[in-house]
């Protein structure tokens, strides 16, 4: 879905790799916010000198930086990116919120709008458990106090007039790791958070802010002369439903940007799904019943951190971008590696692997190809040595892990083996409650594939489209 904060974070990037390009980034950092936003234009929040504050914290997170790190709120950001060229960030968890652009919104409520006819039947106040409502002056009212959120009143109101009020980021959240803090500004609990995006995408203000590398990488890719270094960038199977042309095409884009080796990670895909079938295979001989896939890092998280003793049936299989950092690292032991794809529970898993050194989203990529104005469609096709195959690539579909490993064990199970193939399409507060089910033994299956994004890695957080 299109909207004004995908459409102010991609200005935002655009312009600062065209600064970035013309060699006056240093120069020109602090007047970003302020070209954005000029004193008498057009703005979104409070007042122009609001939205310039916003700006400026979406700018912190785009060198690395948690907003809620900031001490001295009269810090420029060109300081903030000499720090970053002296010594950058250390990665730590990959959201932040800004609060200057939070909302601060109400909580979860029902409301009565003016739809409402003060009918005769008056369904709501007779449903009501806690008899929260009553009718006055031919309207409905509701008492707060005793409101218990149930629903009840709006699923029976003949005219639609009850409407529940939500906060958004909250309720987007499958594990409840986002809650107002003492200033009424939301903060996320990195004990729960998952990091699946999903309050990344749902915050109406973009106060959730994805902490980015982007930066950091330009001037290590423009510095690699000096430096000595050499960088590979391994790019997500989603990446062929996010741009225009063919994937070879895409990596002669990539190629462009100073990248020494492209390297699918459709060929982790293949690795993983060899190493998985074999897994499964071994589950069922040994009798251990249900085993899920390990791919997506978001449902991993969910696992670890809310689910532990149910760790033991997720496959131990290394994810596809483990492996395609494996095969980059064998073609030359010394690179840097750079994982391209849609996701922020990536940025998570990198930390903890220590064969991916960057993770830059599909949004950075589109952005940087838009400042330099690379179009793949009107580029030669990269020859690729090893092309993955048809399965690899599907895994960015939901299902397409599924049907990658099945295609792999089709003929070492034995005849009568009777498979019970599971899948959960997208993390929401539903899913988990099904998932608890599973964990439990209350629902059927030997096989269960879990993606946090409906629909598969090609619609994640971080995604074009």
Known sequence: MTNGAEFIRRELMIRMVRAFDEGNLEKTIDRIPIDIRPRHGEFSRSSVWHDRAVLKYRVMALLGYSCEEETDEARTLSS??????????????????CSAGCDGCRPRTFM??????????????FNCPKHAIRVSDQHSHIDNTLCVKCGKCAQVCPYHAI?????????????????????????????????????FRSCPFSAIVEKSQLIQLLYALRDQEKTGEHYTAIVAPAAISQFPGSIEQLFTAIKKLGFGEIIEVAL??????????????EFQKEGRGLMTTSCCPAWVNLVKKHFPNFLSHVSTTPSPMVYAAGLAKELNPKTKVVFIGPCIAKRDEALAKENVDYVLSFEELGAIFSARKIDPVLLEPLKLPTPASDNGRNYAKSCGVTKAVLDEIAD??????????????????????????????????????????????????????
């Open 80 to 97: 903030y990116l000499a720090e970053m060229r002296k010594d950058p960030p250390a990665p730590t968890n990959p959201l932040t919120v």
């Open 112 to 125: 009565v709008t003016d739809n409402c006819r003060g009918c005769f039947s008056r369904p709501c106040e």
């Open 163 to 199: 409407v529940e009020v939500t906060v958004p980021c909250e309720e987007a959240c499958p594990v409840g790791a986002i809650r107002k803090n003492e200033f009424g500004v939301a903060q996320i609990d990195f004990k729960r958070c998952i990091f699946c995006g999903a309050c």
């Open 268 to 281: 982790g895909a293949d690795m993983t799904t060899e190493h998985e079938a074999h897994e499964f295979v």
């Open 412 to 465: 070492e199970l034995p005849p009568d083996f009777k498979l019970d193939s599971k899948f959960i399409d997208g993390l929401d507060r539903k899913a988990v409650g099904m998932i608890r089910l599973y964990a439990m033994g209350k629902l059927p299956a030997n096989f269960l594939e879990v993606m946090a994004c409906k629909g598969g890695c090609q619609n994640g957080p971080c995604s074009l489209h």
